[in-house]
């Protein structure tokens, strides 16, 4: 259910519009009868996502966009999934297929009514409730978030050492990191102690990993040994 309706409405917006009635139901701003008419027109993704997670979250980044709060709905899913992760009651209200869809709705629509969300967090929280797909809020947000990344041509890294860095070994990586990325896309880098590794280093970008830890040359250098011991027998 939840799919057939994502692929219509990611039809949509692949068209740059939505007819009105997805417009009342997950977006702000809706269209009376007799009032001016509205455009729908919808800013153009920075990424084109695969799947039914994809296709919500691009949807809801569209209309985000157009409605000028994309920082304020990624803040709102990242809340929401925190919720959903740490609280077992309303886990088991986004996973139990008993749970009767008015009931979920019921909850949902109270757990809101108090905060000052949102129309489209709103509306795509009640959309999932009432397809009982609330478990896919951690999909959809993870697939924004791919999208807001793009839109402000950011790339996440985080470079993992034995040891603290300092001033001068920051340069270093940042520059070694700033290699994997590509033109026009700014860097944004965290730091992590890890001594597992052992010595040298390790960078964890969304996509790759680039180990270059002294433990990961051990772990190649033992593999080798073995390998010509069970060549030589």
């Known amino acids: 259910m939840l799919a057939r309706a994502a692929c219509l409405l990611a039809r949509s917006a692949e068209q740059g519009q939505l007819p009105q009635q997805l417009v009342r139901s997950f977006a702000a701003a809706a269209a009376t009868k007799g009032a001016p008419k509205i455009d729908m027109t919808l800013p153009i993704a920075p990424l084109q996502l695969s799947g039914t997670s994809g296709a919500i979250a691009t949807l809801a980044w569209q209309v985000a966009a ?12 990242y809340q929401l999934v925190n919720i959903f992760t740490k609280h077992v009651e309303i886990r088991r209200l986004a996973t139990d297929p ?7 709705m019921k909850v ?6 108090n905060k000052e ?3 489209v967090t709103r509306r795509l929280i009640e959309s999932l409730a009432e397809e009982n797909a ?3 809020i951690v999909q ?16 996440h890294c985080t470079v993992v050492t034995a040891q603290p860095l300092d001033d001068a070994e920051r340069v270093v990586f940042t ?24 010595g040298g280093f390790v ?9 270059m830890s002294r433990a990961k040359k051990l772990e190649e250098f033992n593999n080798l040994v073995q390998k010509l011991e069970n060549d030589l027998k």
């Open 98 to 104: 008993f749970l009767p869809t008015a009931f979920r």
């Open 203 to 211: 960078l964890e970008f969304e996509d790759r990993l680039v180990d």
């Open 117 to 119: 969300v949102t129309d």
């Open 108 to 113: 949902v629509r109270e757990m809101l009514a």
């Open 134 to 136: 609330l478990s896919g």
């Open 66 to 77: 157009k409605e000028n709060v994309l920082p304020k709905v990624q803040d709102e899913l």
């Open 140 to 155: 959809v947000t993870a697939a924004f978030e791919e999208l807001m990344l793009a839109h402000k041509k950011e790339v």
């Open 175 to 198: 520059k070694q990191a700033q290699a994997f990325v590509e033109p026009g896309f700014k860097l944004v880098m965290k730091e992590k102690v890890d001594r597992k590794i052992l």
